[in-house]
């Protein structure tokens, strides 16, 4: 789907939905809210019926809405065992497989924890990982992208370098750029000049296009030395949030702005009413 501005949309169908665990129900109401896209959340497993792919992208389709999707919570390609690694990568594929019968371009997931090893052969694993997923997404011709995140937590791999290299490294990777977790896992990103760095420099190390089909994650977020605590809605946090969506406008960004706001869809609504205003 071509873009060229910045859809705003819910991690999840929004809480308003009538039916709270059908996401064709979700997309509909995303649709009346006045939103642009809805991310399908896998958080707990993969697990959809064939008739309900079908019906999402549907009605994805009909109503100009375009859907993302986040994987299980439980990847983790530095796992102790082997086995645990296997299953990591099959949870992926399993992801990007539904994901792409829903419709959804772009898949996020947190793709490991550092588990005290250095961060280095962590990124090293992940790579390889990376690299087979690729390959058998290719084979099953199932052309999505993945994103592996910007974590909150700095247990976590997935900091702006690794992802910046990993992009570099791995064809069909891009950043989920979750800009509140960047601000948690450091402590800085939260101005209007270190916004312009960030996008500065994804631009200049990833070409242009970097910042013409985002998908990024923005909620309010509370944190303390070693990362994220816990979602907050934007109005409860810290969180620059004007400042970075001016940033963004200003680069002329595009994508997918998904919000992880507990109130989801009020959030999502305040931010494009306030990106469409500037």
Not at 68 to 97: C, F, M, W
Not at 117 to 132: A, I, Q, R, T
Not at 141 to 167: A, C, H, N, V, Y
Request: hydrophobic share 35%.
């Amino acid at each position: 789907m071509q873009m060229n501005r910045l859809l705003f949309g819910t991690a999840g169908v929004p809480n308003c939905t009538v039916k709270k665990n059908n996401p064709i129900e979700g997309v509909k109401t995303i649709h009346a809210l006045g939103l642009d896209c809805m991310q399908l959340e896998f958080a707990h497993g993969v697990r959809m019926k064939e008739e309900v792919s079908s019906g999402l992208r549907k009605i994805s389709y009909e109503l100009g809405i375009p859907l993302t999707s986040h994987g299980p919570y439980y990847i983790n390609l530095n796992a102790r065992e082997q086995d645990k690694i296997d299953s990591s990568v099959e949870r992926i594929i399993q992801t990007a497989k539904i994901s792409d019968l829903c419709g959804a371009e772009s898949m996020t997931f947190h793709a490991a924890f550092y588990m005290k090893d250095s961060p280095y052969d962590v990124f090293d694993l992940v790579e390889k990982s990376m690299n087979v997923i690729e390959e058998r997404l290719s084979r099953l011709d199932i052309e999505i992208e993945l994103r592996p995140e910007l974590t909150g937590k700095t247990s976590q791999f997935g900091s702006l370098e690794e992802l910046i290299t990993l992009t570099k490294n791995v064809t069909t990777c891009s950043p989920c750029m979750d800009f509140s977790h960047l601000y948690a896992r450091t402590g800085e990103y939260n101005t209007e000049e270190e916004f312009n760095q960030v996008l500065t420099r994804l631009k200049e190390e990833l070409g242009p296009n970097a910042l013409k089909k985002m998908h990024i994650h923005i909620s309010g977020i509370s944190s303390n030395s070693k990362g994220d605590l816990k979602h907050l809605n934007l109005n409860q946090s810290e969180f620059n949030w004007k400042a970075l969506l001016k940033t963004l406008k200003e680069h002329d960004a595009s994508g997918y702005v998904i919000c992880n706001s507990p109130n989801l869809e009020v959030d999502a609504k305040m931010m494009k009413d306030y990106y469409t205003s500037i």
